[in-house]
């Protein structure tokens, strides 16, 4: 009779461990995923995969019901097409990108990518981080996109070259430089004289590489990860622009989150963008040290005439986009 009982009751354990186990799976399963993509190398010698990382492991360090994966490379689609696809929503549940491609889905976002409008890091940060800021998200869930956290690249953009160095202003007239397919950026860079060259991120190694472009625009720490420097031998600091970098996700994405799942987000974002923003200075540094090891001439540019040249542009800018308010508020700061 004992027997008989022990067996009994090691069945009901084994029964219960059962089905526990297949309760814990189901509840593993259902976990919902949150895809993050971004256009650069999957190490965290770039500043949108760091970004992307630390958001991810708060989330998943901090909530019983999300996970994350990043998608680095481009694995969705160019930065443009995937927030085509989150406004449907679809593909991404959030991108970490610049802030310019946000110009072609929001007018008034590209005044924060005007050339030579910020004087430093901390000149950005208090701008997006106030009224700016808070103006430019509200525009941006109009179409689609939830702007969990603003930060920053690591480093101004220069013009990276493959074999003509860049001593002056008039040594850029009529190359061919790729940059961002914005108007904001194109514009900008023909009026420093180049020909600017709107091309897909991931095309831009080959078409160095072969002489399709001449150059192109980035910042140093891309210039790395994207190990650039063996198509490039010069970089000219322009520092023409110094662009933000927005974590947005998409609209419909983030309705279906819990008021729980919210608050857990917001402050991975928020962690993200204080490792993003302190690490910027040091970063660029880093990347700069490396590229002169690896041999790339690094020279400085009067940029004098291009600055003055650039307020006006600015104005005009912000005038045709219905953002001289926030124009105003950025110089004011």
């Known amino acids: 009779m004992k027997i008989r009982f022990q067996k009994k009751s090691l069945s009901a354990a084994l029964i219960a461990a059962a089905v526990f186990s297949a309760t814990f799976s189901v509840h593993a399963q259902t976990k919902?995923?949150?895809k993050i993509s971004h256009s650069a190398q999957g190490v965290m010698s770039s500043e949108l995969h760091t970004a992307a990382w630390v958001f991810g492991n708060y989330i998943k360090d901090n909530s019983d019901t999300l996970t994350v994966r990043i998608y680095p490379n481009n694995a969705l689609g160019e930065e443009r097409a995937v927030y085509e696809a989150m406004q449907l929503g679809a593909g991404a549940s959030c991108a970490v990108t610049g802030t310019?491609?946000?110009?072609?889905?929001?007018?008034?976002?590209g005044v924060i990518d005007?050339?030579?409008l910020w004087r430093d890091y901390d000149h950005m940060s208090a701008a997006l981080d106030g009224k700016v800021g808070v103006a430019l998200s509200a525009d941006l869930e109009k179409v689609g996109f939830k702007a969990v956290a603003w930060m920053t690249n690591w480093g101004a953009r220069n013009v990276?070259?493959?074999n003509q160095s860049i001593k002056s202003p008039a040594d850029l007239k009529g190359l061919k430089i790729r940059?961002?397919?914005s108007p904001v950026y194109i514009d900008a860079l023909n009026a420093m004289g180049a020909n600017a060259t709107p091309m897909s991120f991931g095309e831009v190694y080959t078409s160095?590489?072969?002489g399709v472009l001449d150059g192109f625009e980035h910042g140093s720490a891309i210039v790395v990860t994207q190990k650039f420097y063996e198509v490039a031998k010069h970089i000219a600091l322009t520092r023409h622009f110094l662009g933000p970098v927005v974590l947005a996700c998409s609209m419909s994405e983030w309705n279906q989150f819990s008021d729980k799942e919210k608050a857990v987000v917001l402050e991975a974002g928020r962690l993200a963008s204080d490792v993003n923003r302190s690490l910027a200075p040091l970063r660029e540094k880093e990347a700069f040290d490396f590229l002169r090891a690896k041999g790339m001439d690094i020279t400085e540019v009067d940029t004098t005439t291009f600055r003055a040249n650039a307020i006006a542009s600015q104005d005009k800018f912000a005038a045709d986009r219905g953002a001289e308010d926030l124009?105003?508020?950025i110089r004011a700061l």
């Open 208 to 210: 160095m590489q072969t």
């Open 32 to 34: 919902r995923e949150i």
């Open 179 to 181: 940059t961002i397919q």
């Open 114 to 116: 005007l050339p030579f």
């Open 327 to 329: 124009l105003k508020q």
């Open 100 to 109: 310019a491609i946000l110009n072609n889905f929001s007018k008034r976002v």
């Open 160 to 162: 990276v070259t493959a």
